[in-house]
């Protein structure tokens, strides 16, 4: 589908990032004029921006910061008519040992963005919340009216951003949308995630599959669909609206795990790894979108699992110098 964003002034931030970098890719293919806020670092990377095309790079404009510098961001968003604000600290385990750094960043970083676009006038923010803020389903599928519930750190950080996102909306009237994702996977995704441990332990030709617990059930969406799903949000009559993206399947991870075996033509033990589990009472034990929302508003999933697994594989047997699969990555 072809989207009304040819020639906007667009900015996005953790666009270095895993899903960051894909929207950047789609946002250039659409015609917006990107403007990419990344992680300033001394070596001058722009993290998966590296990766993208030449032809995608050179209609970019790099943007090094910081989310937790308020001025910082405020510059970045200046003259721009839209912003994707996906900057976070996302690893679940890490957010254990390092909460202070999850409040800075993702409660901090959101406020700041949200000032700067109340500031600037932008025409609309997306948000980008995550499924890890309902916490285990009271019940099933979930919909956005289910609890909030702060089983990590990382949890509670995003509940606050969401909450700061929807406050500014009902305080001030600023144009938010808050996107909330379940799940995504694709190329790209680091080893932190479950579906590219599996994938690289596999092709690696470990003896042995490493995992945390085989029991949890997730709503896997392909990072194409997810990307999808928030630039249609921008181009939708929703402020103040919080949407949930996903794809109303739902698997284990044991039985995504055979899945992967299968597509990689692999079939080894299952070795259940201790450090790889989360504290009992913070394990998410299952999370199962109910997609009717963003459905009513034009935006369903187009890949499967299968498919999206497929190209996934492809890109990692392609990329496995990426991946040091014999380390947990936290």
């Given at each position: 589908?072809?989207?009304?964003?040819?020639?906007?002034?667009?900015?996005?931030?953790?666009?270095?990032?895993?899903?960051?970098?894909?929207?950047v890719e789609r946002l250039v293919r659409e015609g917006a004029r990107v403007r990419c806020f990344v992680l300033?670092?001394?070596?001058g990377t722009k993290g998966w921006l590296d990766s993208c095309s030449e032809e995608v790079v050179a209609e970019l404009e790099i943007f090094p910061g910081d989310v937790r510098d308020a001025r910082r961001v405020s510059e970045a968003v200046k003259e721009q008519d839209l912003v994707f604000h996906l900057a976070s600290l996302i690893a679940?385990?890490?957010?254990?040992?390092?909460?202070?750094?999850?409040?800075?960043?993702?409660?901090?970083?959101a406020l700041n963005v949200l000032n700067a676009c109340r500031d600037h006038g932008v025409s609309k923010l997306i948000h980008t919340s995550t499924s890890e803020v309902y916490g285990t389903a009271?019940?099933?599928p979930i919909d956005e009216s289910h609890p909030l519930q702060a089983?990590?750190?990382?949890?509670?950080?995003?509940?606050?951003a969401d909450m700061l996102a929807r406050s500014y909306h009902d305080s001030f009237g600023l144009p938010v949308v808050i996107a909330r994702p379940f799940n995504t996977y694709g190329p790209r995704?680091?080893?932190?995630?479950?579906?590219?441990?599996?994938?690289?332990?596999?092709?690696?030709?470990?003896?042995?599959?490493?995992l945390g617990s085989?029991?949890?059930?997730?709503?896997?969406?392909?990072?194409?669909?997810?990307?999808?799903?928030?630039?249609?949000?921008s181009t939708v009559e929703a402020c103040g609206e919080v949407i949930n993206l996903g794809s109303g399947r739902e698997i284990a991870i044991g039985e995504l795990a055979r899945m992967i075996m299968s597509l990689v033509d692999r079939e080894v033990e299952i070795v259940m790894d201790e450090d790889r589990l989360r504290p009992e009472a913070s394990e998410v034990d299952r999370l199962l979108c109910d997609g009717s929302k963003a459905r009513q508003f034009g935006w369903e999933p187009l890949y499967s699992l299968e498919q999206g697994l497929g190209e996934t594989v492809l890109w990692m047997r392609e990329n496995t110098g990426r991946y040091e699969p014999d380390l947990y990555a936290v």
């Open positions: 589908m072809k989207l009304d964003i040819s020639g906007r002034s667009v900015l996005v931030t953790g666009s270095d990032g895993f899903i960051g970098s894909h929207l300033y670092n001394s070596l679940i385990p890490y957010s254990y040992i390092a909460p202070e750094s999850y409040v800075q960043t993702n409660i901090g970083g009271v019940y099933t089983q990590s750190p990382y949890s509670a950080s995003k509940i606050g995704q680091s080893a932190r995630s479950v579906i590219p441990t599996i994938i690289s332990q596999l092709l690696s030709g470990a003896e042995f599959l490493r085989l029991l949890p059930i997730r709503d896997f969406n392909f990072v194409a669909d997810t990307v999808a799903g928030l630039l249609h949000l």
